[in-house]
Nanobody, 115 residues
């Protein structure tokens, strides 16, 4: 059974930075596509960034140039480096792993950008 555990959220001032981590366990030895989603209050969960098993990345327009997704396959961990944070980046960030037709989710980590 795949388990995803996120960490690294918190409160940060506008313009600040945070780094989220997502550690996966129970996944097969070969890497799976993974991504980060964000759910703001009263909004639907939206895709922020994703990375394929070969390291190809893409981003939502709202975070391009500010966020960077990366992975360490030896540690089964994916990261989201978030720079130049804005109040509209506030929300719960969820890690996602895709294995075949199945989606697995972490419990989420809160990010609040406020002065």
């Amino acid at each position: 059974q795949v388990q995803l555990v996120e960490s690294g959220g918190g409160l940060v001032q506008p313009g600040g930075s945070l780094r989220l981590s997502c550690a996966a366990s129970g996944s097969p030895s070969s890497p799976n596509p993974m991504g980060w989603y964000r759910q703001a209050p009263r909004n639907q969960r939206e895709l922020i960034a994703r990375i394929t098993n070969t390291g190809i990345t893409n981003y939502a327009d709202s975070v391009k140039g500010r966020f960077t997704i990366s992975r360490d396959n030896d540690k089964n961990t994916v990261y989201l480096q978030m720079n130049s944070l804005k109040p509209e980046d506030t929300g719960v960030y969820y890690c996602n792993l895709k294995r075949g037709p199945f989606d697995y989710w972490g419990q989420g980590t809160q990010v609040t950008v406020s002065s």
